[in-house]
């Protein structure tokens, strides 16, 4: 059983910035592919970057330019680095790894933006 277990995230006001950390238990990290995702209140998880084993990243449109997604493959750890942050961006925020054919998630943390 792969365990993601995620840290950072708290409260900033709007134009400032949080890190978060994402930890994967997994011998085969470099094999993982690693996903963030936020959920706002009363609305769907919606996916927000992506980044593959080799370094490769993907964003959706409302992060791209703002959000960094990277990752450290020596110590099994993806993060997430939000600047210029906006009140929409609060949200809950989960990593999710992806290796062998299953799916894991984080257990989540929590982004507060004030305006």
């Known amino acids: 059983q792969v365990q993601l277990v995620e840290s950072g995230g708290g409260s900033a006001q709007a134009g400032g910035s949080v890190g978060l950390s994402c930890v994967a238990l997994?011998?085969?990290?470099?094999?993982?592919?690693v996903h963030w995702y936020r959920q706002a209140p009363g609305k769907q998880r919606e996916w927000i970057a992506t980044?593959?084993?080799?370094?490769?990243?993907n964003y959706d449109d409302s992060v791209r330019g703002r959000f960094t997604i990277s990752r450290d493959n020596a110590n099994n750890t993806v993060y997430l680095q939000m600047n210029t942050l906006k009140p929409e961006d609060t949200a809950v925020y989960y990593c999710?790894?992806?290796?062998?054919?299953?799916?894991?998630w984080g257990q989540g943390t929590q982004v507060i933006v004030s305006s």
């Open positions: 999710n790894g992806r290796i062998r054919g299953a799916s894991y």
């Open positions: 980044i593959n084993g080799g370094g490769g990243t």
């Open positions: 997994e011998k085969d990290f470099t094999m993982m592919v």
